[in-house]
């Protein structure tokens, strides 16, 4: 080869050693498409590679995107936190270091980061051009200690290599500080710098506690730099690799609290582009995005776009977009959270199983939070920075309680209360799962008909609602919120097929609206389909990971199934999140005494709090619980323990008596039964454990409860009295 014409265009040299001797471009000249690179590198357009997903509870997350739908976004009231963990965990603050300790003393990028930026050929010298594509490049520092930039900023030396080139460590000589000098062009003239350094003076506009001060941009010879302030501290990824995994709590916050800075962005007009662990900084208390260099906006159709091979969403090359963003964070958590083999190559795009990473099936919340943020179809993702924040919230909240056994509840943005704990019925009465104790989802605040609905949904008399939706359905066409609370009336009053035609056309419109799944919960838990209303609120799970509300229904969805195992696991989560939902306790209850473990029953009870209104129900119930004998008998402890939680509460004399007799009653059909033997040392609300002093107790308790009633329930129980007392001669 050597000695052959150069084929550049007027170019008169001859070929050395594969490159011309005059131009220095590469004997042959091939373009082609960029790609991702292993660095940060311009990004093409890449394809979906997807897979069937499934999570630890054996479900996947439906796309809703067939036929060509677009998703409509909704307009929803978030707020998120402006503490780094919301103020959940405690994180160590990092010391403070000499910024000149962070400078190279050999600047060198490593051979196995050389990637031409052109074609992303890998490259093995450190200057010269590519022999792929015949770009020139350079990975030399062509700022050295000691130089004086724009006669302000004196350079200390190399720090990092970006994507852009090398980033400088330099001091402010005017205001005496240190900076850090970005690249932002390698160009052969200074007039393409000059053009570099005004198309990003945009980023001077830039302003948020989470990002980056960007300070002035500067020209030097054929170089732009942006003038950034200078961040002490570690990234995430020198955390990573110092202590490898972390744990989840500590990862959530870190990037919980990025997220407010890609919501600044986007509401900003701008996309970040190039997410990674790389470009996040631990400082003090707080975490920071240090590289605006791929930052664009979001309507440059014609700009350079820059991602990072593991990181850029699939679509990322057309044209980067907030969603696309919230990929790059979705994968830049689970890096922090887990080894990933094949992060770059079969996993580029997708999230091992939970068979693979123990974590992804011990924290089903997060693991469906980050199948989510990293969805293949764009459409399938949170819809914004604020959402995600909030959903990753309430994953922090349950990962948090979970692991210190104490609630950490929190009112929610898209949910009511629990309803039962609403509920004003009979104290003696057991909790039974209903379909009605389905949290009702918030009202939309942008819906033109909310005002109409509101009205409607505040009259008592369900014949009436209906009637009041039906008119706002005619006056708002526009209305969503006054189809979905007619559906949810209609449901209410057995009027089922008509509540489907109306969920199935609002589904038709938007599939990504997760209330038209919700109601269709409802609506086949009302009609009985409990394995479609699993389905349904499964799928609810996956849209809101963070919320407590998907986790209670599905756990009522699969006990009313028959799936106890799963409602155990969803109805503790909710429980043990949030105490104040007691719906999940006496769910919790009634699914452990089938599976016939008893205490544990009793204790799940015991998370109900004594502020709760239906504190002295659920004690009622501990008591119910303790002598059922559904499946094993009781034993003489059980009777025990029961008559002392009787004799604990605050009754009136009807209940107390209604009580303590189920309680002895149910102790001497066990003795005469003989699954229990007789026991003097055991007292059961005053009575030895005995066929005779039991009688004698039942006859005393239904004799008191006939004092307390009238009529024929009088005569019913003086006569059970007689019947029960023991036999005697006189």
């Known amino acids: 080869m050597n000695g052959q014409h150069c084929g550049q265009k007027g170019c008169a040299g001859t070929i050395e050693d594969g490159y011309c001797n005059v131009c220095g471009h590469a004997a042959e000249k091939r373009v082609a498409p960029a790609v991702p690179a292993n660095g940060s590198a311009r990004s093409a357009n890449t394809a979906s590679h997807s897979h069937s997903v499934v999570t630890g509870t054996g479900s996947s997350p439906v796309s809703r995107a067939s036929g060509g739908s677009k998703r409509t976004h909704h307009s929803t009231s978030r707020t998120t936190r402006r503490q780094l963990g919301a103020g959940l965990i405690s994180l160590p603050e990092l010391p403070s270091t000499d910024p000149e300790t962070r400078v190279m003393p050999e600047p060198k990028v490593p051979e196995n980061k050389r990637f031409c930026p052109n074609c ?40 990092a290599y970006g994507g852009l080139g090398w980033i400088y460590l330099a001091f402010d000589q005017r205001l005496s500080r240190y900076v850090v000098l970005k690249g932002l062009l390698n160009a052969h003239d200074a007039s393409s710098a000059a053009t570099a350094v005004a198309e990003r003076q945009f980023l001077a506009a830039v302003k948020h506690p989470n990002i980056v001060g960007i300070y002035n941009f500067v020209q030097q010879g054929t170089e732009g730099f942006i003038v950034m302030e200078y961040v002490s501290g570690k990234t995430l990824k020198q955390i990573r690799q110092e202590r490898g995994p972390l744990p989840p709590a500590e990862a959530i916050a870190y990037i919980h609290r990025i997220l407010s800075a890609f919501s600044y962005l986007h509401n900003a007009g701008l996309v970040y582009c190039d ?116 959903q990753l919230l309430g994953v922090l909240r349950e990962i948090v309680a979970t692991e210190t056994g104490v609630p950490r509840p929190a009112p929610s943005a898209l949910f009511g209360g629990d309803v039962l704990a609403f509920e004003s019925g009979d104290e003696m009465k057991p909790v039974k799962p209903d379909y009605r104790y389905v949290p009702v989802p918030a009202m939309d605040s942008s819906d033109p008909g909310l005002q109409a609905v509101s009205a409607a949904n505040s009259l008592p008399d369900l014949n009436k609602r209906v009637v009041a939706l039906r008119l706002a359905q005619e006056q708002v066409k526009k209305s969503r919120e006054a189809r979905l609370r007619l559906a949810a009336a209609l449901i209410d009053t057995g009027e089922g097929k ?132 559904d499946g094993t008998a009781p034993a003489a402890g059980d009777l025990s323990r029961a008559s002392l939680v009787s004799e604990g509460l605050a009754l009136n004399g009807l209940s107390r008596v209604q009580l303590n007799s189920q309680i002895i009653r149910t102790a001497l059909e066990l003795v005469c039964q003989r699954k229990l033997r007789p026991d003097k040392s055991v007292q059961v609300l005053g009575c030895k454990l005995n066929e005779m002093d039991l009688r004698l107790g039942l006859e005393r308790t239904l004799r008191s409860m006939a004092q307390l009633v009238t009529g024929q329930e009088r005569v019913r129980l003086i006569d059970q009295a007689n019947q029960i007392r023991p036999r005697t001669l006189f």
């Open 498 to 629: 008509e509540a489907g035609e109306i969920l199935k056309a609002l589904g038709e419109e938007d599939p990504w609206d997760w209330r038209v799944q919700w109601y269709r919960g409802k609506m086949n838990l009302a009609g009985g389909n409990y394995g479609e209303a699993q389905k349904n609120f499964d799928q609810v799970y996956f849209d809101l990971p963070g919320e407590i509300a998907p986790k209670l229904t599905l756990g009522l969805a699969a006990e009313l199934g028959g799936n106890l195992d799963l409602a155990i696991h969803m109805y503790n989560i909710v429980s043990r999140v949030d105490d104040s939902c007691v719906s999940a306790a006496f769910g919790l209850s009634r699914c452990l005494l089938k599976k016939r473990d008893r205490s544990a029953a009793v204790q799940a009870l015991e998370r109900v709090p004594q502020s709760s209104g239906l504190y002295l129900r659920s004690r009622i119930a501990a008591a119910h619980t303790l002598i059922a004998v």
């Open 120 to 159: 992303n050929n890998p490259l093995r010298r450190e200057s010269g051009f590519c022999g792929k594509c015949g770009a020139k490049s350079s990975f030399l520092p062509t700022l050295k200690a000691g130089d004086l930039v724009a006669g302000q900023y004196e350079v200390k030396g190399a720090i």
């Open 275 to 390: 997410f990674k662990p790389d470009n996040v900084m631990l400082e003090r208390d707080d975490v920071k995005l240090i590289d605006m260099g791929g930052v664009r906006r979001i309507d440059d159709l014609g700009g350079d776009i820059y991602g990072t091979t593991g990181y850029s969403a699939p679509e990322a090359g057309e044209g980067p977009t907030p969603v696309s963003d919230l990929f790059t964070v979705g994968r830049t958590l689970a890096v922090l959270l887990a080894d990933i083999r094949g992060f770059s190559t079969e996993h580029k795009y997708t999230l091992p199983s939970p068979d693979e990473v123990a974590l992804f099936a011990q924290q089903e919340s997060l693991y469906r939070l980050l199948l989510k943020a990293t969805a293949p179809n764009p459409d399938d993702r949170f819809e914004n920075a604020d959402e995600m924040a909030e």
